[in-house]
């Protein structure tokens, strides 16, 4: 059984940074990449990066390339988005989303499936 | 930044049939793009219904299908389920980045 647990809520001021963490049960960690997604009250879903940990490499949203950094820890089965210099417009759910290694040939590509229960961030002062 | 567009709205009565469009400002979605269709009904997390354009998850109803069409990519529902109200949304693959599209509100009515 393949489950995504997010932490908790968090209520952040202006200026400051939030590291949600997204541990991955069922499954090799090995074998997927963990993708961050945000959506801001009422509005769509917005991707912000993406991480591979059998690589270590991190791929980011043009948008965040500057204020998100997204890691994992293997030992733990465990996904991090570290996001700074937090905004009034930063308020928002942030998901992971999982997405699996699909080989065909010598070509692999990676394929969301299961995604966390999201964790509201609230950047009020 | 590519710029992904859906339908804002659709509407499908009961048992009925709707195809939902995702376009890129880039040209023509290929295969290459990787189009997939996420559903997020009210207070949900999105579910994946729909990956490499028109592969269904083992929970994706056979009602739901992806192609391409005209250019872009497509998510067609066949006899339209009440339980198929929600937002659907579409997101392609530009090398490394994800591009979602805004969003269609689908309402079965």
């Known amino acids: 059984q393949v489950h995504l647990m997010q932490s908790g809520a968090e209520v952040k001021k202006p200026g400051s940074s939030v590291k949600v963490s997204c541990e991955a049960s069922g499954g090799t960690f090995s074998n997927y990449a963990i993708n961050w997604v945000r959506q801001a009250p009422g509005q769509g879903l917005e991707w912000m990066g993406v991480i591979t940990p059998i690589f270590g490499t991190a791929n980011y949203a043009q948008n965040f390339q500057d204020r998100v950094t997204i890691t994992a820890d293997e030992s733990r089965k465990t996904a991090y988005m570290d996001l700074s210099s937090l905004r009034y417009e930063d308020t928002a759910i942030y998901y992971c989303a999982r997405a699996v290694r699909h080989c065909s040939g010598t070509t692999c590509q990676y394929f969301f499936d299961y995604w966390g229960q999201g964790t509201l961030v609230t950047v009020s002062s | 930044q590519a710029v992904v567009t859906q339908e804002p709205s659709l509407t499908v009565s009961p048992g009925g049939t709707v195809t939902l469009t995702c376009g890129s400002n880039t040209g023509t979605v290929t295969s290459g793009r990787y189009a997939y269709w996420f559903q997020q009904k009210p207070g949900q997390a999105p579910r994946t219904l729909i990956y490499d354009t028109n592969t269904r998850h083992s929970w994706t109803p056979a009602r739901f299908s992806g192609a391409l069409l005209g250019g872009k990519a497509a998510l067609t529902i066949v006899d339209a389920q009440p339980e198929d109200e929600a937002d659907y949304y579409c997101?392609?693959?530009?090398?490394?980045?994800?591009?979602f599209g805004g969003g269609t509100k689908l309402t079965v009515l």
């Open positions: 997101l392609l693959s530009y090398g490394g980045a994800r591009i």
